[in-house]
């Protein structure tokens, strides 16, 4: 890639990314709010990532629970989510990948066990449930000592830049978990 093309890249991630806030607080009051934020940093116009998982990790109760998904797949244009939210909320309640991520709740101390003497086979064992072809994962604390996980596949995704991705991937901190 060309330094223009990068510096135009970079662009357009940034401007997706600093519309968040704002789109953030028009949903205030709906319970699934992450289900927007990752579809909007997973579209082409931010990281164009093919798959992407949310996951919070609370270890003092030594629960991992996953919160949402999004699979390219699924979503083959984009849709006017946030001029429709009742619909894209429809259509994530049905969505196959978004209810497979939903399912992965695991609370025992095996929990804390795998996941904290061996961090990478756990991830592994999540990408394969998921499917994802190249894993890519960012963790980043969450209020009261939680702590979020946003998996990805980096099999085609568009990251122009990692500080930018893992400041972007911090947006679904700030959604209420249900």
Partial sequence: MKN?????????????????PEKILRLHGTENVSEFVLYELSHEHCFNLPKAAFFVDNPDFKCFKGITGFNKKDHPEYVSLWDEPEKFTDVMKNNSF????RSINQCTAAHEQQAHKNPEHYLEDIAHQLDVRDLGFHRFPLKHGNHGLFVYDRHEADI?????????????????VF
């Fill in 98 to 101: 978004n209810q497979k991520v």
């Fill in 160 to 176: 122009p830049d990692m500080q930018v991705f893992a400041r972007g991937a911090c947006f679904l901190g700030f959604c209420p």
């Fill in 4 to 20: 223009t093309e990068i510096l135009s890249r970079n662009t357009e991630v940034l401007r997706s990314l600093s519309t968040l």
